[in-house]
């Protein structure tokens, strides 16, 4: 028997206005930090050049600033992705895209490091969702995040699965799988957060600034989705990507990219 209620009401103001103002110091000093980080890595590459008569021990010091300015840039390049989607969403209007034309051009960003490691790359995408529906930047950047993720984590002779189909009430699944060494249970709970790293060592080995799947994560929301990964520990890891029908479906007046990534 009901016999009263309690209603309770928060002003959520100062919150979000935090919200905002991380928001914009994170975008302002990653923006300011492009030109001290773009004069360091163009010196640093004149100097590597060895015109200006260079010890070898010099070069070397002077090519570890270039390799970590390249390695700023790249953190620097994510915090303003990630603070644009967080601050504006997706401004790009929802087009038509060739779903399999947009991931072999993914692919071909990292062949050079997938025939090095002598890897196998296995694309499926059903007929139903050769052509979707969609914000293609914001998709793109998904497929090329989870891609390099399973091409640099994975060993030698490796194999990479990349799928694309429909599931239960018209879900669009999007999967990429692969062979490598896998993650441990504890840390899938936050393998979506800022900065989390599995393993800090090997990451920064191979050029991660751990923010890459924080992105995934914000975009696949911002395209009516989530995203999901499922991991063994010595068998490999899948990272699934599902998007309702109507954040995919073609509708009859949308217009296909104009000469864009996976254009029809």
């Known amino acids: 028997k009901v016999i009263g209620a309690a209603v309770l009401l928060m002003d959520r103001t100062e919150v979000w206005r935090l919200e905002r103002v991380r928001q914009d110091f994170v975008a302002n000093v990653s923006h300011e930090l492009r030109t001290p980080i773009a004069a360091i890595r ?7 050049t060895g015109e200006f008569g260079m010890t070898d021990f010099a070069k070397e010091q002077v090519l570890t600033i270039n390799r970590h300015a390249e390695r700023l840039t790249a953190l620097v390049n994510d915090l303003l992705t990630l603070a644009r989607a967080e601050s504006v969403g997706l401004q790009g209007r929802l087009v038509e ?12 960003h990292f062949a050079e490091e997938i025939e090095s490691k002598q890897m196998r790359v296995t694309v499926s995408v059903a007929a139903e969702v050769e052509r979707i529906h969609t914000e293609p930047r914001a998709l793109e950047y998904v497929l090329r995040n989870l891609i390099e993720n399973a091409v640099k984590y994975s060993l030698d002779e490796g194999e990479v699965f990349i799928t694309a189909e429909v599931r239960k009430k018209g879900r669009l699944r999007l999967s990429v799988r692969d062979t490598g060494q896998g993650i441990d249970k504890q840390h899938l709970p936050r393998l979506f957060e800022r900065f989390y790293r599995v393993d800090k060592g090997r990451s920064r080995a191979v050029g991660g600034t751990g923010l890459g799947l924080a ?47 996976g254009a029809a």
């Open 42 to 48: 163009g010196w640093s590459e004149t100097l590597a």
């Open 97 to 108: 895209v060739r779903l399999r034309v947009l991931i072999d051009e993914v692919l071909t």
């Open 215 to 261: 992105i995934v994560k914000h975009f696949a929301q911002a395209l009516g989705g989530d995203v999901k990964v499922y991991s063994e520990v010595g068998e490999g890891s899948e990272f699934v990507v599902r998007l309702p029908r109507e954040s995919w479906e073609v509708q009859p007046n949308v217009a296909a990219v104009p000469g864009g990534v």
